[in-house]
């Protein structure tokens, strides 16, 4: 085992002059540093410096769900344009920039070089390539059609990527206000209430009630403020910890994010929006249609929908509409409902699922960019309330000392 891991290839950069006496540069894999320097020499390239990739560097250029569609698209066109398999992917290995793709792709390669089929070589890195990617690409292999089926499931990558970007965007100015908030009135209650409150010790007479209450949340602030921070940070790590670990925490944020305002209404409109495009895209594949909404119910994205799919499937197997059993969980609107259904009568199924993914995907683009327009005039509101409410509070005293004079 230990000389097998020594044996695996591992990322190397390295700087080197080619025929011409040109600098050039660049990234490979290899087992060590005299690997990397015969493989340039057989190139034509005089090393000067090999060096390692550091693990750092690694992990900070970690695989991302664009690079798994640019992937896609980038075999798709090769296998298109006859290229061999094992070529296609060791073309694709060898000239990607980062070191921890290089070496999945290779990996992958080295599989299928050693007679796996694509889908069994994917499977076996379900981190980059979950069950649906694998499903699709096992219908391409049967059908003949790989290259096509993967332009699908490029196009899938992308707009699923970006229909969770703009999800994450809404989800970032609610929490941007709450923080700027806390931010600001947490400073202003610990530096500055108390200067005035040693002002105020020298005036002699009573002070306002709400002059008191400020005063008297500066002192619980400064007195228990990193006891709030530290407990708030265990909350919020115990909450994460909570969700990823338990079903039942998850099923319940799910739940009561999606009836929180506008925020609510962004998140149905995404998950329907997901339903929609993944069914579209593993129907059109020729996945037959239970088995498909096993593989759409984890891609909803929300697990009040993913348990809504899961019914779905069952109502289906057991021989029922599919566009009678979403009516019946009460989760999607009618227009969603009746496209469904005109699908399914005229043998156009997917063609409907995508103009319904399409419609959705554009009103939760429209949906974020409201929000956009509405966040900074919040923002202004929030704190001007509370900045204004903390200085009229401290200067009613002032006020009230010069009305008597």
């Not at 080197?16 to 020499?41: I, K, Q, W, Y």
């Not at 196009?155 to 929490?175: G, Q």
């Not at 923080?179 to 209650?189: F, S």
Request: with cysteine; hydrophobic share 50%; aromatic share 6%.
């Amino acid at each position: 085992m230990a000389r097998s891991a020594a044996r695996r290839p591992v990322p190397f950069r390295w700087e080197g002059a080619d025929r011409t006496g040109r600098s050039v540069r660049g990234r490979t894999l290899a087992v060590n540093a005299a690997a990397v320097r015969r493989e340039l020499r057989r190139q034509g390239i005089a090393p000067r410096r090999v060096r390692r990739q550091s693990r750092l560097q690694g992990a900070a250029r970690r695989i991302v769900t664009g690079d798994i569609a640019i992937f896609s698209r980038q075999l798709a066109t090769m296998i298109n344009a006859g290229i061999p398999l094992v070529q296609a992917f060791d073309i694709i290995g060898s000239g990607h920039d980062k070191p921890a793709m290089q070496k999945l792709v290779l990996a992958i390669r080295s599989d299928i070089e050693g007679g796996t089929a694509l889908a069994d070589a994917l499977a076996k890195h379900p981190r980059h390539f979950d069950d649906l990617y694998v499903k699709l690409v096992a219908a391409g292999e049967r059908a003949g059609a790989l290259d096509t089926l993967l332009e699908k499931i490029a196009s899938y990558k992308e707009k699923s990527e970006s229909i969770r970007k703009k999800v994450r965007r809404a989800l970032f100015y609610p929490a941007a206000v709450v923080a700027v908030a806390v931010v600001v009135t947490a400073i202003l209650l610990i530096y500055v209430i108390p200067e005035f409150e040693a002002l105020f010790q020298g005036f002699g007479a009573a002070l306002p009630a709400f002059t008191r209450m400020v005063i008297s949340l500066s002192e619980f602030v400064r007195d228990t403020g990193w006891t709030i921070a530290v407990a708030g940070v265990v909350a919020v790590a115990a909450y994460l910890q909570a969700r990823r670990r338990y079903r039942g925490v998850r099923r319940l944020t799910d739940r009561l994010a999606l009836r929180l305002p506008v925020v609510g209404s962004i998140l149905t409109r995404s998950a329907i929006a997901r339903y929609a495009r993944t069914l579209a895209t593993t129907f059109a594949a020729g996945v037959p249609l239970v088995e498909a909404l096993e593989s759409v119910a984890g891609a909803t994205g929300n697990c009040v929908y993913e348990a809504a799919v899961l019914r779905l499937r069952d109502d289906v197997a057991a021989g029922q509409r599919l566009q009678q059993a979403m009516q019946n969980t009460d989760l999607f609107p009618n227009l969603v409902n009746q496209m469904v259904a005109v699908g399914e009568e005229s043998g156009s199924l997917d063609e409907m699922a995508a103009r319904v993914a399409e419609f959705y995907e554009e009103e939760v683009d429209h949906a974020v960019d409201g929000m956009s327009s509405l966040i900074e005039p919040l923002v202004m509101a929030v704190l001007g309330v509370l900045v204004g409410g903390l200085v009229v509070a401290m200067y009613l005293p002032i006020f009230r000392m010069g009305a008597v004079i």
